[in-house]
């Protein structure tokens, strides 16, 4: 068979590209070796995480904090079962969303692992071992990437896991232990916190959230340790392993730790082996990144790569916008995707979210800047749905008055990020930001004052 183009993996960048180019008229075949579409953001990762989180933040909501707005709930329980169908049910719904919409646009799904086979040819290996080679002239790489194992860590899926494991506990552990103070490690371990598992998280470095400005980060540490994490910074992992019904951590310097379940969420690398890269003349990074120049193309003619498998931010939407721009490059079209103003959101609570550039990278850039910060607890609205914690941080060119980077830590930070990357995106300076006319009460007002604190000139602090 043969087509226009042909996408190999069905993640975030591979089936939104797939759609974008039938959009513009190509006959498009797309390669996945898994049942359903959507990745592992969809199957295993983003999604089902984020929806153990609304559940599990429910329930601490109802144990903790409805008493403060008179709703009393008396004894509240929860059942996993429920909770893990939701989570499941919720994936599903939006799993058969995108096989509608690969009907929709006509697109043919090619079950199967596919791998480059020479030029203009992919090979699609079906799970009964049968091998297709489907033909193109166009053929991207979106093939994504998988969790990072340290060495020591010996992964055997039930008491020593990644996230994918995690998100599939089919009882709450006594103790867990997370190895990795980043975005999923905070994230799963804060679910599982709240259904009554005693977390340790073991960081390497001495802080967490690597990449988010420090400041916010800080602050965070502080809260999640308030709310019962036990976060430990500066410690290395040697080894991990089952041991009888759990398992044992073994930390340089320290005792080992005895735990039920260990959640290894130490970064994640391209899923760039195995895929016939050596077919075409395509040599991977020393990290195993595809290089490509800014329309997506890779060394080798007729073929493209984006999502996880190149360079820039390891996010779904990132590897959604790679997949719009380098289909419309391919197209003749004019193309695009800014690196510099991807959002980054962590769902704990408070949520977390950034885009631009932290205080410490302008710092040891030499940019001369100002900073405006405001905190949620002068903002009304955040009075009156009881989340004044956390702050808007904006940092604006000292010249310019251009915006540079914003960052926010409290209610609703993954929705508040879109007016920031929004405004960025337009060149908008702090004035630009402080001068609309934000409705009240809303949580927006927020980011309208820390923007006027750039400027000294906060009405609400």
Known sequence: MAHDLVVIGGGPGGYVAAIRAAQLGMNVGIVEKEARLGGTCLRVGCIPSKALLESSHKLEMAR?????????????????????????????TLTRGIDALMAKNGITRHAGAGRLAG??????????????????????????????????????GHFVGTSTEALSFDAVPGHLVVIGGGYIGLELGTVWRRLGATVTVLEYAERILAGIDAEIAAEALALFRKQGLDIRLGVPVTRARADGNGAVVECEGQPPIRCDRVLAATGRRPATDGIGLETVGIAVDP???????????????????????????????KAEEDGVACVEGIAGKWSHADYDLVPAVVFTHPEIAAVGRTEEQLVAAGVAFRKGVFPFRANGRARTIDETTGKVKVLADATTDRVLGIHIIGPAAGDLIGEAAAAMAFSATAEDIARVCHAHPTLPEALKEAALAVDGRAIHA
């Open 64 to 92: 903790h904090d409805l008493g403060r707005h008179g709703v009393r709930v008396g004894d509240v329980s929860f059942d996993l079962a429920t909770m893990m169908r939701r989570k499941d049910d919720v994936v599903a």
């Open 119 to 156: 030029a203009g040819r992919v090979e699609v290996t079906a799970s009964d071992g049968r091998s297709t080679v489907v033909e193109s002239p166009r053929i991207i790489l979106a093939v994504g990437s998988r969790s990072v194992v340290l060495p020591g860590v010996d992964v055997d």
């Open 287 to 317: 990290g195993g990144f595809i290089p490509v120049d800014a329309h997506f193309r890779t060394s080798a003619p007729g073929v493209w790569a984006i999502g996880d498998c190149v360079p820039g931010p390891m996010l779904a939407h």
